[in-house]
């Protein structure tokens, strides 16, 4: 029995995916966005931002619009952060935190994967699925 691997649910319109299958993609970071180091180890991250279609004038004279998004990053944050490089999977992530951080890997799934999530909604980086091998016949 095969678990399906992407469900949408037409209540929320969010879309399910299997854990395996979360855990075997790839975080790849927003090549746009701006990295700048803090003192503290921390991390000022500027995601560019277009414009909304509905800011014209002269709601455009009276709403102030910044190009930018920014976000500002802890040592943790940050440190996860740089590991999101294209190159390792969510999984390795979560190992990596998991030892770096003197945590079981259980305990660093849950706040690895809800800081990838917030950083994915926040346009900082791109969660990409596993390739599929093809057939060679």
Do not use: H, Y
Not at 2 to 25: D, R
Not at 31 to 45: K, L
Not at 85 to 109: C, M, P, W, Y
């Amino acid at each position: 029995m095969s678990t399906s691997l992407i469900t949408t649910t037409a209540q929320s319109g969010k879309s399910k995916v299997a854990v395996s299958q979360f855990l075997s993609s790839r975080p790849c970071p927003n090549t746009a966005a701006e990295r700048t180091s803090r003192p503290d180890g921390g991390t000022i991250v500027k995601v560019p931002m277009n414009r909304p279609g509905w800011l014209v004038p002269p709601l455009s004279w009276l709403l102030p619009f910044s190009e930018n998004r920014r976000l500002r990053l802890d040592a943790i944050g940050t440190q996860v952060l740089q590991m999101c490089d294209g190159d390792r999977t969510v999984e390795t992530i979560i190992e990596q935190f998991a030892v770096k951080n003197k945590l079981s890997f259980r305990e660093a799934q849950l706040p690895v994967t809800q800081f990838l999530q917030q950083m994915t909604e926040r346009g900082v980086i791109a969660i990409v699925g596993p390739q599929e091998k093809a057939d060679q016949t």
